[in-house]
C-alpha cells in the first residue's frame, strides 16, 4: 500500500540515483573546461598564479581543467560567446562588456580583499620626481592606458575624469594602451609615459605593490624602484571586484559543481587561493548580475560619449 512515506522515500531514491548519472551526462559533453582569465600580468605571472586553481578546478569537478591565458582581456570574451571558455575570470568592465554584447553567462563570486569589501579602486600614477601633483597638471602629457576592457586600466579613468571635466582622449597630450597593468606601470617607470592607469586594492595591496615584491620595477637604466618613486593623484570612486563567470547554458548540475568549488577554494585549498593574491585576499564572496548593474551602466556611459566625439 502506497502512503505519503513511501512515495517520499521512492522519490529520494529516484533523485539519488539519477544523481551520478546527471553527472555522467554533462562530462561525456564537457571531458574537458577550460579556465579563462584576463591578462592583468605578464605571461609567465599569470601562468604562475592561476595553474593551482585549475589544478583545483580539476580535483574538485572530475574532469581536467585546463588554463587559457588570453592575449587580451577581448580574447575572454569571445572565448566565452564561443563556449570554447566555460569558466572565466574576468575585470568588471570586461565582465560588463560580454553582457552587454549579448554573452550568455552568468557572475558566481568574486574576491573579497584585505580591506574586508570585494571591490577596489582606479588609480593614476606619477614619478614621486615628477613635478606632477594633480591631474590638471598632466594637461597635454601622456597617459599609459591598460587595455579598452580594462576597467581600472581605462574604463574607469575615462569615466571618472569626464565626471571631472575632463575628456582623457582630448585632455592627454597622448594616450596608448600598453596591454597589460605591469606593462603600464613599466611604461611609468622607464619614461615612457608620465603617467598610468592601475589598479589599486590598499598601500599595501595593488599592482604596484605585487610587481615590487617580484622585483619587476626598474626603471630606464635598470635601477630598482620603490613604492615612495611613486605618487598617486588620482583614485576612482569604488568599483565592484571583477568576478569569476560561466556560460549560462551549461548544465545546471555542472555549473551547481563549479559554484560549490568557487565556495569551498578558500578552505579546501587555501594554497591555491592565496595564490590568487600574494595572501592578500580574505574569501569569496557570491555576486549576481544586479552586482554589476553600475559597470553595466559606466561602459553605456563611455560608449555614448565615444560616439559623441
Known sequence: MLNRRTLVGAAAALILA????????????????????IPAE??????????????YLTKALGVPVKLRVANDYAAVIEGQRAGNIQIAFYGPASFARAVITGVKIEPVVNQKH???????????????????????????????????????????PRFFLHKAGHDVDKFFGKTFYAGSHENAVLALAQGTADAAANFWNSDTDSNLTRMLTKGLVKDADGKPLKQSDFRLIFKSEFLPEGPFAVLAGLPDDLKATIRQAFVDLPTKDKAAFDKLSDGKDQGLTPVTLKDYQPIIEMLRHNDDQRKRS
Open 42 to 55: 605578464n605571461a609567465s605571472g599569470t601562468v604562475d598564479r592561476w595553474t593551482p586553481l585549475t589544478a
Open 114 to 156: 584585505e580591506t574586508g569589501v570585494s571591490g577596489y579602486y582606479s588609480v593614476i600614477y606619477v614619478r614621486a620626481d615628477s613635478p606632477y601633483k594633480t591631474i590638471e597638471d598632466l594637461k597635454g602629457k601622456s597617459l599609459a592606458l591598460v587595455d579598452p576592457n580594462s576597467t581600472s586600466g581605462n574604463q574607469a
Open 18 to 37: 539519477a544523481g551520478p548519472a546527471l553527472a555522467q551526462d554533462w562530462k561525456a559533453k564537457y571531458p574537458e573546461l577550460t579556465l579563462g582569465v
